[in-house]
């Protein structure tokens, strides 16, 4: 059964917690993952980009010269494509670029994530953050002691906390977020994971025996 060490927010070593082994310990199935990733990003395109097409253009009813006798060439709208302020051909229309994925496959490419980061030592596990006000460099300061200053940090709690949220965005390579919020793109990611108290049970209820 895999484990980790659990810290507190001066980086001293309180103990080890188990993880679940058909969470935290499955295949690594590329694949799959790659498909979750590419589901997810496409699902987060609003697709509402649109261009007006020719018949969409106002104005361009009265042909601009005529067709013959002047030795120009032949037109029969100002908003035709070739000219400017003309309609768009082939233009963008809104539409869905949603990507579907069933719940088991999200859930098998989430375990294999998980587990690779696992297997990286990219997991780490602090029992609490205790912050009595909102200040960045609290939270740097935790981060030093924890030895995570290098790439980007996913910090996962239990419950979302404000406080935490408001001590840390205003570093770039630091984000927040719930544990039943988790996905497979915010994983990838980021180079650590950091789960606040018993953020990885919630974890391991949604994705243990999917």
């Known amino acids: 059964m895999p484990t980790t060490p659990v810290y507190d927010m001066r980086g001293q070593n309180t103990g ?3 993880l679940r082994p058909d ?13 979750a990733v590419v589901s997810y990003l496409s699902n987060q395109r609003t697709g509402t980009a649109s261009t007006k097409t020719r018949p969409e253009k106002r104005g361009g009813g009265r042909k601009p010269w005529p067709q013959k006798g002047l030795g120009r060439a032949r037109h029969g709208s100002i908003r035709s ?10 233009g963008p229309k809104p539409r869905s670029f949603r990507k579907e994925i069933n719940k088991k496959a999200k859930r098998a490419a989430m375990r294999s994530a998980l587990s690779a980061k696992q297997r990286e030592d990219a ?4 029992d609490e953050i205790d912050l009595p006000e909102p200040k960045t460099k609290l939270v740097v300061q935790m981060l030093q002691e924890l030895d995570l200053t290098e790439g980007k ?4 709690t239990e419950e979302m906390d404000k406080t935490l949220y408001k001590s840390s ?17 915010e994983i990838l990611d980021h180079d ?19």
């Open 169 to 185: 965005r205003n570093i770039p390579t630091v984000d927040v977020m719930r544990a039943q919020d988790l996905n497979i793109y």
């Open 81 to 90: 494509p070739l000219w400017r302020g003309g309609g768009v051909t082939f």
């Open 16 to 18: 080890q917690i188990d």
């Open 192 to 210: 650590c994971l950091l789960f606040v108290g018993d953020a990885t049970s919630v974890v391991e209820e949604v994705l243990a025996g999917a």
């Open 153 to 156: 940090v996913l910090i996962v």
């Open 123 to 126: 997991v780490r596990v602090i």
């Open 23 to 35: 969470v935290w310990d499955a295949p690594v199935n590329e694949p799959l993952i790659h498909q």
